[in-house]
């Protein structure tokens, strides 16, 4: 595996950690071997000292185990070189050649892209020109992961795709999205299709809407002048939140296989209702956190931030009503919402059932019955139902069962990350993007980008940090009759 921009934060940070975790639970191959590529220069030592030191600092990895450390360091190695110098990329080939010959790795590659995005085109061409992207035989494989954000906006996406498939087949293209790592995001296709109770009503005829929150209680942190030209819509609304909402409503594939699951995930994206000017006026919210007292401290407003420019209008919060032009969804709202310090951090999906359609229990009606997939920070599902509370009185009350993963099966659950990456060494492709995907996704956030541009001199609605966002987007379902869920 050669990771690009193993001196970066991502790299310390997530995919070390991630295949140490994974080297530690015996998942990775007998043999292996990890090659840092980046710009500062650092010798083989120098990278394990700096690879153990982050490691141990990752509350995920959990205690480090010093001996299984020391077997897992043995394999790391470092090339120092430019990203886009030919040179480098020679150094690098010949360098993996050795490993190859030394260590017999049956010249299988993965190659991980956890560089600035806009370095990805001169790796992607890099390699290729130096030979290093095509299997070296039939019986080995190359791969390449390449994190998010895939492009800006639509046209970037095309032309990165461009790029990347001119050097690479599609087949060996993982493009990552560590919020499909998760248990429950997962667990959510066993909860639809491997079990009779759930899928015969997951349609409009027995769901009411579906909310799908990912809030953040942290602002931008050291990240302003990565945020300033990104903002929660392209951040969050074009990726994780589109994933979610795709993985929420496809139907049934035909198998759990990469082909058969990304087929349909392209199928609601399609199917989405592109957002007009009307609709983005009445449908979509943005927001920027202003200073505020939270949990006992004060916190300064997003535009005092070090790094955001002075007035900018850069939305540190979206929500956005979606709607789904097809058979099983037709005229079932899907609000959607992500922002910076809110209230709580948690990431969940709420399925809101119909109520009843005939109250028998006159005067005592209750909510319809809901279903919510807690996805962070605690992994698990829970479900509400309506119950008489005890007394002499025929009082209903709604109670919850709920499954938690760490409850359940003792722990926490596998590291997003290293979920992921497992997947990719054994080729499956499943919980990976396509580029069919990634363009259909843009294509639909692209109007609201158009739309925004076009308006830059606008006031931006402000909240409180700490709070649940604007007002603007509890009144996006309190015009529907409904209101947000919170955890």
Same mark, same amino acid.
Request: glycine letters at 8%; charged letters at 25%.
């Given at each position: $595996?050669?990771?690009?921009?193993? +001196?970066? =934060? @991502?790299?310390?940070?997530?995919v070390?950690?991630?295949?140490y975790?994974?080297?530690?639970?015996?998942s990775?191959? %007998?043999?292996?071997?990890?090659?840092?590529?980046?710009?500062?220069?650092?010798?083989?030592?120098a990278?394990?000292?700096?690879?153990?030191?982050?490691?141990r600092t990752?509350?995920?990895?959990?205690?480090?185990?010093?001996? !299984?450390?020391?077997?897992?360091?043995?394999? *790391?190695?470092y090339?120092?070189?430019?990203?886009?110098?030919? %040179?480098a990329y020679?150094?690098?080939?010949r360098?993996?050649?050795e490993?190859?010959g030394e260590?017999?790795l049956g010249?299988?590659?993965l190659?991980? @892209?956890?560089?600035?995005?806009?370095?990805?085109p001169?790796?992607?061409k890099q *390699?290729g020109?130096?030979? @290093?992207?095509r299997p070296?035989?039939?019986?080995s494989?190359?791969?390449?992961i390449?994190? !998010?954000?895939?492009?800006? =906006?639509?046209?970037?996406?095309?032309?990165?795709?461009r790029v990347?498939?001119s050097?690479f087949d &599609?087949?060996?293209?993982?493009?990552?999205?560590?919020?499909?790592?998760?248990d429950t995001?997962?667990n959510?296709?066993? @909860?639809?299709f491997?079990?009779?109770?759930f899928?015969?009503?997951?349609n409009?005829?027995?769901v009411?809407?579906?909310?799908?929150?990912?809030?953040?209680?942290?602002?931008?942190?050291?990240?302003? /002048?990565?945020y300033?030209?990104?903002?929660a *819509?392209?951040?969050?609304?074009?990726?994780?939140m589109?994933?979610l909402? +795709?993985?929420?409503?496809?139907?049934?594939p035909?198998s759990?296989? /990469?082909t058969?699951?990304?087929n349909?995930?392209? #199928?609601i994206?399609?199917?989405i209702?592109?957002?007009?000017?009307e609709?983005i006026?009445?449908s979509?919210?943005?927001?920027q956190?202003a200073? +505020?007292?939270?949990?006992?401290?004060?916190?300064?407003g997003?535009?005092? %931030?070090?790094?955001?420019?002075?007035g900018?209008?850069?939305?540190?919060?979206?929500?956005v009503?979606? $709607?789904?032009d097809?058979?099983?969804?037709?005229?079932?709202?899907?609000?959607?919402?992500?922002?910076?310090?809110?209230?709580?951090?948690s990431? %969940?999906?709420?399925?809101?059932? !119909?109520?009843?359609?005939h109250?028998v229990?006159?005067?005592?009606?209750?909510?319809?019955?809901?279903?919510?997939?807690n996805?962070?920070?605690?992994?698990?599902i829970s479900? +509400?139902?309506?119950? !008489?509370?005890?007394?002499?009185?025929?009082n209903?009350?709604?109670?919850? $069962?709920?499954?938690?993963?760490?409850?359940?099966?003792?722990?926490t659950?596998?590291?997003?990350y290293?979920t992921?990456l497992n997947?990719?060494?054994?080729?499956d492709?499943?919980?990976?993007?396509?580029? =069919?995907?990634? &363009?259909a996704a843009w /294509?639909?956030?692209?109007?609201?980008?158009?739309a925004?541009?076009?308006? #830059?001199?606008?006031t931006?609605?402000?909240?409180?940090?700490g709070?649940?966002g604007?007002?603007e987007?509890h009144?996006l379902? &309190?015009?529907?009759?409904?209101?947000w869920y919170?955890?």
């Amino acid at each position: $595996m050669v990771l690009f921009g193993a +001196s970066g =934060d @991502l790299a310390r940070r997530k995919v070390v950690p991630a295949l140490y975790s994974l080297a530690a639970q015996d998942s990775l191959a %007998e043999r292996y071997a990890l090659v840092g590529f980046a710009r500062t220069s650092m010798s083989d030592q120098a990278f394990r000292d700096a690879a153990g030191e982050a490691a141990r600092t990752i509350a995920e990895v959990g205690t480090v185990d010093e001996a !299984k450390w020391r077997e897992f360091a043995a394999n *790391l190695h470092y090339v120092t070189g430019d990203y886009n110098d030919p %040179e480098a990329y020679r150094l690098l080939g010949r360098r993996l050649a050795e490993l190859d010959g030394e260590r017999r790795l049956g010249n299988n590659r993965l190659f991980y @892209l956890a560089t600035p995005p806009e370095v990805y085109p001169h790796v992607v061409k890099q *390699l290729g020109r130096a030979a @290093l992207a095509r299997p070296a035989s039939p019986q080995s494989w190359t791969r390449i992961i390449i994190e !998010k954000p895939f492009g800006r =906006d639509l046209d970037s996406a095309r032309e990165l795709n461009r790029v990347v498939l001119s050097v690479f087949d &599609e087949s060996q293209v993982y493009r990552i999205d560590h919020y499909l790592g998760k248990d429950t995001v997962q667990n959510l296709l066993v @909860l639809r299709f491997g079990n009779g109770i759930f899928e015969p009503l997951w349609n409009r005829n027995y769901v009411d809407h579906v909310q799908i929150t990912a809030a953040e209680t942290l602002g931008v942190e050291r990240r302003a /002048a990565f945020y300033e030209n990104t903002g929660a *819509l392209r951040d969050m609304i074009q990726s994780h939140m589109l994933q979610l909402t +795709s993985l929420v409503s496809l139907e049934p594939p035909a198998s759990f296989d /990469a082909t058969a699951v990304r087929n349909e995930k392209i #199928k609601i994206l399609q199917s989405i209702r592109p957002f007009t000017e009307e609709m983005i006026a009445e449908s979509v919210v943005r927001g920027q956190y202003a200073a +505020s007292q939270t949990a006992g401290r004060e916190v300064v407003g997003y535009r005092q %931030e070090p790094g955001v420019r002075p007035g900018s209008c850069t939305e540190t919060f979206v929500a956005v009503r979606a $709607m789904i032009d097809n058979w099983r969804w037709a005229g079932v709202p899907f609000y959607l919402r992500t922002g910076k310090r809110l209230a709580k951090r948690s990431t %969940e999906i709420l399925i809101q059932f !119909k109520s009843a359609p005939h109250i028998v229990f006159r005067g005592r009606a209750t909510e319809g019955n809901r279903l919510v997939l807690n996805i962070q920070p605690d992994e698990g599902i829970s479900i +509400s139902f309506g119950a !008489k509370k005890p007394g002499t009185e025929l009082n209903i009350g709604m109670v919850n $069962m709920d499954f938690s993963y760490r409850r359940e099966f003792g722990g926490t659950s596998r590291n997003a990350y290293a979920t992921l990456l497992n997947d990719c060494l054994r080729g499956d492709a499943t919980l990976f993007d396509r580029a =069919d995907s990634v &363009e259909a996704a843009w /294509a639909l956030v692209q109007p609201i980008l158009r739309a925004w541009e076009a308006c #830059k001199g606008e006031t931006i609605p402000s909240y409180p940090a700490g709070s649940w966002g604007p007002q603007e987007a509890h009144q996006l379902l &309190e015009r529907d009759g409904r209101r947000w869920y919170e955890p």
